[in-house]
């Protein structure tokens, strides 16, 4: 029962959607790119969904907690931005989502696949890590990213045009110790990037990924285990020997969702100023 609840929801979903986008008369020329930048309300999303605001999209922030606070000061700075709460780890808050983003722009060209779980983590020996955090890390870093793309792909698939960017990271590529479960969710993320984009570049979709290096995000600079565990070590493994900022992150992901990247998909790009390369 439940698989037939969950298919005809799905069904009602894309029903939805296609009529909003036929009655809003979608020409993709003829409009500015609209983007939706999961984890949009602080840290590196909100560096992200500055820039393609900044650059004239129509921005949609989802996040558990701020996105509407975060779009309101981008409205108030000048730019075409709606918040809308999201629980990535719930299909159904997906769903609701991206209806919000369609009924206010029309239709969706670039997912920003960012929202996760890494600032508030400790490094800890991998058989300490409890079960329920391995589940709440997977939950959210694989399972979300997995449910908002979902979520798009009725919209992107009638749109026949998509940009799909991944925030993966650099821990999966380097090994990094004490944070398996994190590691782990990020090396699926890697693995997903790579099997999507075969399975959706029929339908005109690219599914690319970005790897950053340790970032000095919000998150990460409150919470000082962090901070005093990898923030010297990571710069000193750099070739470009400073603090990664959230603002280093933003001209790969652009980059790959514009149409200079038109003939890349199933890549992601490791930004770490030079602590990896592949």
Not at 218 to 243: C, F, T
């Amino acid at each position: 029962h439940t698989y037939t609840n969950n298919k005809r929801h799905q069904e009602s979903v894309e029903d939805i959607l296609g009529d909003i986008i036929r009655r809003k008369g979608v020409k993709l020329m003829d409009q500015k790119k609209v983007v939706i930048v999961t984890g949009g309300s602080m840290g590196i999303g909100r560096a992200i969904a500055d820039r393609f605001a900044n650059d004239g999209a129509d921005v949609v922030i989802a996040d558990i907690a701020g996105a509407a606070e975060a779009a309101n000061e981008m409205v108030a700075a000048g730019a075409s931005a709606i918040g809308v709460t999201c629980d990535i780890s719930d299909p159904v808050s997906c769903d609701a989502m991206v209806l919000a983003a369609v009924n206010a722009f029309g239709r969706i060209d670039t997912l920003v696949n960012n929202a996760g779980l890494y600032s508030t983590l400790k490094l800890t020996d991998f058989s300490k890590i409890k079960p329920e955090d391995w589940q709440r890390v997977l939950n959210v870093n694989v399972m979300g990213q997995a449910f908002v793309t979902a979520a798009v792909l009725p919209t992107m698939q009638t749109q026949s045009k998509g940009e799909i960017v991944n925030m993966s990271s650099g821990t999966p590529f380097k090994g990094v110790p004490y944070l398996l479960h994190y590691v782990a969710s990020k090396g699926a993320i890697n693995a997903m990037t790579k099997a999507l984009a075969k399975e959706l570049g029929e339908f005109g979709i690219r599914v690319n990924g970005v790897a950053p290096g340790f970032t000095l995000s919000d998150g990460v600079k409150a919470n000082p285990h962090q901070i005093e565990k990898l923030q010297e070590i990571s710069v000193k493994s750099r070739v470009i020997a400073r603090d990664q900022l959230p603002e280093d992150v933003v001209g790969a992901v652009v980059f790959l969702a514009s149409d200079d990247a038109a003939f890349m998909t199933g890549q992601t790009l490791v930004v770490d100023g030079g602590a990896y390369f592949h």
